[in-house]
DNA sequence: GACAGGCTAACGAACGTTCATTCGTTACCG
DNA sequence: CGGTAACGAATGAACGTTCGTTAGCCTGTC
């Protein structure tokens, strides 16, 4: 027994730890043994708090696309005018890539490692959350506020954005998360054309 | 020899095929074996053509660093006007995502895999690339011709849009890619707050 | 008859996973 | 309060594969 007592291991430690290292290495650039090691464990000891190794990797994308779609709710709720509504959406899309950098990395960089039935799963909702940010700039552009000739090439454009934000922010640099958030909130309406 | 008559192996058909699994699968999710199976060739026979596999990973990498960076270049050359050239470098920029997009996946999601050595070359003429775009967005703001609180920042936004062109644009789509790679342009033109 | 470029075979290492075992702690019973 | 039964969790060993790579051979072509 040579690890940390103030660190026990269960299930949602295994997975934290892994969700970086998967972050940083990918998934099958990533093996159990370097998973347990960063724990202070042998590799067997693993599998009393998960099954599997693809059980860490659904349970990462699951959990982080939940998140996100929760987010996104919250930001809108109540909010009603549309330009808004895209302001907000892409302040929280942005906050979310801020904060949880490894686990928004690992969404967007491993869907390819997942199993075709866990594919299925974390793509619809991956479809659900960006199709809420098309639905709302053809709203603008449907109600004459937004101004794109592509609105679905536009909603490419502000969903990629946020990425570029993740691999440029450091939380030790000069400006709070909430303060880059709000610019990219900014681009987005510029993108989009609106002229409100 | 059951191989086709038709195409001849080489070291620039090993190339190509890697490109495309490594883009799909990943580099440590593509085997030799892989290559070699889509080449109707056993895994062995690559070695003909390529020392290794970290070679077809840097040689994918470095060819297409090269080919984006002498685009640029091009699109850039005579153009004085500091708008003209934001929009050119991001034209050059989509195009070149949507022309090679299995290229450029690699070079996006796998320097991880190079080794140090390797990295470090590569990483060089990335940050060669995009140097070339913030200047041009600093320089627009010294000007007085761009206006955005953070010319890195939107340097980063306008460097990852492109990606979101890649995941969307299908060449038997309706649109042909200059068209696309035009209104990406347009988009970076909005982003820095242009307004020329 | 030289040679380029296929091939089979084999290697050592690393992989994810299973298994029986052992260990430390807790809970209960006398 | 001492003994012990039970349990959760970590372990080393071993499994069958797959990996990248090397070595040597065989067969067509100039």
């Known amino acids: 027994m040579q690890r940390s007592m103030t660190v026990s291991l269960s299930r949602a430690t295994v997975i934290d730890a892994a969700c970086e290292l998967f972050a940083e290495g990918g998934y099958r650039g990533t093996s159990m043994k370097d998973i347990a090691e960063t724990l202070g464990v042998r590799a067997s000891s693993l599998y009393n708090h998960v099954s599997s190794k693809q059980d860490i990797l659904l349970a990462i994308m699951d959990k982080a696309m939940d998140r996100a779609i ?3 709710e919250a930001a809108l709720a109540g909010v009603m ?3 808004g509504q895209l302001r907000a959406a892409t302040e ?4 979310d890539f801020l904060r949880n950098p490894a686990e928004v990395t690992v969404c967007n960089t491993e869907v390819r490692s997942l ?3 866990n594919r ?3 793509v619809a909702k991956r479809d659900r959350y960006a199709g ?3 639905a709302i700039i053809a709203d603008g552009c449907r109600a004459g506020r937004f101004e794109t000739v592509h609105p679905d090439l536009a909603a490419f454009a502000v969903l990629e954005m946020g990425n570029g934000a993740k691999s440029w922010f450091r939380p030790s640099g000069r400006y709070p998360d909430t303060h880059v958030a709000r610019e ?3 681009f987005a ?3 989009v054309g609106c002229t409100s």
Chains 1, 2 share one sequence.
Do not use: F, K, N
């Open 81 to 83: 005018d549309v330009s």
């Open 92 to 95: 929280s899309l942005v906050l």
């Open 120 to 122: 299925a799963a974390i």
């Open 132 to 134: 809420r940010v098309r």
């Open 184 to 186: 990219y909130g900014a």
């Open 70 to 72: 929760v987010a996104q």
């Open 189 to 191: 309406l510029r993108v």
């Open 115 to 117: 199993d075709p039935a």
